[in-house]
């Protein structure tokens, strides 16, 4: 039964997470790894309000906004591949999850 290994990668450096996802993708290629994927997720706009106030009339510095990017890769078998990928150091702009579930055959109880 194959196991099904579901990387989550968020940035809000879309180019760095491109990058990332790109290098992934072209090692899997050299080895002749089943991968589903990249599937790009809808960019989320955060927004995060600034309290700090900058003297006695209370002013306010403007809120900070940003967006995140999300890309998802199934790595489907090929434990190995996955558990390279999930051991090598990331860039610190992009946060990794790794996800792994195990799939069964129709049929078997």
Do not use: C
């Amino acid at each position: 039964m194959p196991y099904v290994t579901t990387l989550t990668l968020t940035s809000g450096d879309r180019h760095r997470l491109d990058d990332v996802v790109a290098d992934i993708k072209a090692r899997a290629e050299r080895k002749g790894v089943e991968l589903k994927g990249p599937r790009p997720k809808q960019p989320r706009d955060l927004r995060v309000p600034q309290s700090k106030t900058l003297g006695p009339d209370g002013g306010r510095f403007d809120p900070w906004n940003y967006t995140v990017y999300e890309r998802t890769i199934d790595i489907v078998g090929y434990e190995t591949f996955a558990r390279e990928v999930t051991a090598e150091a990331f860039p610190p702009e992009v946060h990794v999850e790794a996800d792994i579930e195990q799939q069964t055959q129709p049929g078997s109880g």
